[in-house]
């Protein structure tokens, strides 16, 4: 008679690792609800808002938010939504545009700047010490002061303000894997320097890259409103939320919360948003570096 074999108790037995936090699953759904909600208005925007954004007299002055005007209107008469939705196609926009230009750019004069080293390298590093020695907010005020207000400038200052980090870190991430293993394996099979960076380095470097560009996002929602509120952003009277704040800032003196406040709330939730799909991207990226 042979011995029944005893299994290892269930309690001693190792849980499976499961694949995601609560705490990240939660802010990565809430960011991506919020992003998918504020692009989709500003997509609807393009085709169909209640009013016209430009429109002013389309109900009474001033009145608070109701059926027919759900946030209001302005001083002129003009539907504080229309004009929040159609800010919403120029707000987001433009964070995505800067956003990328600044990734794209940063990427890959940083990742020049730390494969190859040398003079380059050195100039950059003078370059971006020159750019950190000015205040962002204003150096932007100074070169759209001087440039003029518009879309195309608004994306290029707003774009350069945040390149030094962009660059530092792809030269850090760049510099530190250049001698790993994948490297010299591709080098052994005859890859050149340039296939060696933009086909091995550069792609087992761009976690740090993408989780610091969720970040960028906000403060570039920030740093646009910013301008639109100093009457420095988008050509004046274009629907922007930044020029919607400014434009009743007098009114909540007297109680006309919504001429500002919707503006700024569309503001807060990008930014959030923003802020909490970096979150979950920073959570995903030390799991597995963990792991």
Not at 185 to 199: D, T
Not at 209 to 226: I, R
Not at 249 to 272: H, K, M, T
Request: net charge neutral; aromatic share 10%; hydrophobic share 55%.
């Amino acid at each position: 008679m042979t011995a029944p074999s005893i299994g290892l108790p269930r309690l001693i037995r190792p849980a499976r690792a499961r694949s995601g936090s609560p705490s990240r699953s939660w802010s990565l759904w809430v960011g991506v609800g919020l992003l998918g909600l504020l692009i989709a208005s500003g997509i609807v925007a393009i085709f169909w808002t209640p009013y016209a954004p430009g429109a002013s007299a389309v109900g009474p002055l001033s009145s608070p938010p109701s059926l027919a005007h759900p946030f209001g209107t302005d001083d002129l008469g003009g539907d504080v939504l229309s004009r929040t939705m159609a800010a919403a196609t120029t707000d987001v926009s433009i964070t995505v545009v800067v956003v990328l230009l600044a990734l794209i750019v940063g990427t890959l004069w940083g990742s020049l700047a730390g494969f190859f080293g040398g003079v380059f390298d050195y100039v950059t590093m003078r370059v971006l010490e020159l750019l950190n020695s000015f205040p962002s907010l204003l150096l932007a005020v100074l070169v759209i002061a001087v440039a003029g207000p518009g879309i195309v400038n608004v994306v290029f200052v707003v774009a350069v303000l945040p390149l030094p980090d962009y660059v530092r870190l792809a030269r850090a991430e760049v510099s530190s894997k250049k001698q790993w293993q994948f490297a010299d394996a591709a080098r052994l099979v005859g890859r050149g320097p340039f296939g060696v960076l933009f086909a091995h380095v550069v792609p087992n470097s761009l976690r740090p890259l993408l989780t610091f560009a969720s970040v960028n996002a906000s403060y570039v929602v920030s740093t646009v409103g910013a301008l639109g509120y100093l009457g420095l952003g988008i050509q004046p009277g274009s629907a922007e939320w930044g020029s919607m704040i400014a434009k009743g800032q007098d009114a909540i003196l007297s109680g006309q919360w919504w001429i500002s406040g919707f503006p700024g709330l569309a503001i807060f939730l990008l930014a959030a948003a923003f802020h909490l799909i970096s979150d979950a991207v920073a959570d995903a990226r030390d799991e597995g570096s963990a792991a």
